[in-house]
């Protein structure tokens, strides 16, 4: 087996970044009627730090699949996870008026535009996996369609946040904490693996096997992703956060670090961490060293 | 040519509406956590006169499509309308208390659910249009989920939703008014009609022209539904309509009747009709007799 260089993840990602966001900007447009087309982009472009769309570049580069396709899955995944923030940050739900250091959608644009605007940002997804130019096959097409409704939906992101809503003030034990959020943050992140996955054109039993491994590995870091934002939430000072710290302590959010204590959540992240790495030595591909970087970023993280 | 015996609207709707019912019940999961799908149950479940599942099926009929998929986009375009009315009866939009006699969504549920329920139908329209089972070819499931989006989202429904919004007390011309309405009701009117001719399997020539005609068709009759709207929004009671008659007079929303008067629009609504009619008799299909008893039903509806 050939040794392969050491993986400069920075500048990787700088590369992927810059094509997300050359064709976010290109694909939501401005256009959008009554002031929607605004309020779309301010919600999407410059902000956040695209892990969603990384991760569905890297497991796409892992299985050498289609970039077009890889690039247009990397923005719906983002536009999905932008318009839950738009929602989630309305005033029947967080009543969140900053976010990235900006006012929110609703305290910009309205409560009205804002709601719209959500609802438009998914709708667009979907738009962006199903071009006619002919650069994604049509069969392909299906299944991405397929897999990001899944993970969006009632048994995906919706369905966590609306666990979430009805847990606050609640005792969940940690089989119930670990659903809410496989579902209310994992399903997303094991989504973008997934679908990077589905950009692949091997259906033999090599792929099949690659993209088993890739699923289990999509379910550790999206796990890992939400112990390690309940370990922030405690250790981490506001400034480099970007939000307010001790948050779900104040709203008496049920949490890993509230349920395990600290230590055992760190210890925690790091079996996380590395049943991830485990599912990549297991995947059969020959070049997993961006998810491999990107899984040590999601529980290495500051912020 | 065969003379086709009459046609029994009634008979038709009520078998295909049996299956439609049948089928929500089945793919609208009760077990959605914290009570999600308890409320989109509610949401879609025993209400409205499912137009354009009809529009669907009767598309599919008229091509002699894929029934499996006709049902799934049956399914999948009344989700989309129904989440569109849980978040338009919201109270940062036209804040409803009351829809087809029953508590609204956010109402019964609060403003937080009816958000998060909204947003998971949406996704669950595209998950009905992306099976494992087999039943819709891979290639028909990308079609259905392009129409759909484009349908629903900023260039359709939505988008028309916010030149809505933003139109509140302006002055709109007929132009604009239309475009308003093209995009805000006959978007999905029309991509329901599109997604039933979708469902055919002959790509050919003759399934081109199909196609090409029932978009004129659908184009029409959306625009027709809308005027037909407005007009009984001012003759219309509000026991028939059920909802408050001359609800747009009292927000000062612009509509046909303002702008053309009421006899004009009349006319307008039969000359839409026509139009239709005129599509069907081009399409080169031969039986369309459900595509043109429900443009005859849109047209000189009661309510």
Same mark, same amino acid.
């Given at each position: ?203 033999? @039993?090599? %792929? +099949? *096997? $690659?993209?088993?491994? /890739? ?7 999206? =796990? #890992?992703?939400? !112990? &390690? ?46 049943? @991830?790495? %485990? +599912? *990549? $030595?297991?995947?059969? /591909? ?7 970087? =990107? #899984?040590?970023? !999601? &529980?290495?993280?500051?912020?």
């Amino acid at each position: 087996m050939t040794e392969l260089p050491p993986f400069d993840l920075r500048a990787w990602s700088a590369r992927h970044l810059d094509a997300v966001e050359q064709a976010l900007a290109r694909w939501i447009s401005p256009a959008g009627p009554g002031g929607l087309g605004e309020a779309m982009r301010y919600a999407v472009l410059d902000g956040g730090k695209r892990l969603r769309p990384l991760l569905v570049l890297a497991a796409c580069d892992a299985v050498g699949g289609n970039p077009n396709a890889a690039l247009r899955a990397a923005c719906a995944v983002e536009l999905i996870h932008a318009y839950s923030l738009v929602h989630d940050d309305m005033p029947c739900m967080d009543n969140d008026v900053l976010r990235r250091g900006k006012p929110t959608v609703h305290v910009k644009f309205g409560d009205a535009t804002a709601l719209l605007a959500g609802d438009a940002l998914q709708a667009l997804a979907f738009e962006l996996l199903t071009p006619t130019d002919g650069s994604v096959p049509d069969a392909m097409q299906a299944v991405l369609c397929r897999l990001l409704a899944r993970a969006a939906g009632h048994d995906g992101m919706a369905g966590g946040q609306a666990i979430d809503l009805a847990s606050v003030g609640q005792p969940l034990s940690e089989a119930q904490l670990r659903e809410m959020h496989r579902l209310k943050t994992g399903a997303l992140l094991q989504g973008s693996v997934m679908m990077g996955a589905a950009c692949q054109t091997d259906h033999g @039993a090599a %792929g +099949a *096997l $690659a993209e088993a491994a /890739l699923k289990e590995y999509g379910a550790a870091i999206g =796990l #890992a992703f939400q !112990v &390690v934002d309940d370990i922030l939430d405690v250790t981490g000072d506001s400034a480099t956060l970007g939000k307010t710290a001790g948050k779900d302590a104040a709203h008496d959010k049920p949490t890993y670090v509230s349920l395990l204590g600290l230590e055992a959540s760190r210890a925690y992240a790091q079996a996380l961490l590395g049943q @991830a790495r %485990g +599912a *990549l $030595a297991a995947c059969g /591909l020959a070049d997993t060293r961006a998810l491999a970087a =990107l #899984a040590d970023a !999601v &529980v290495h993280r500051a912020s």
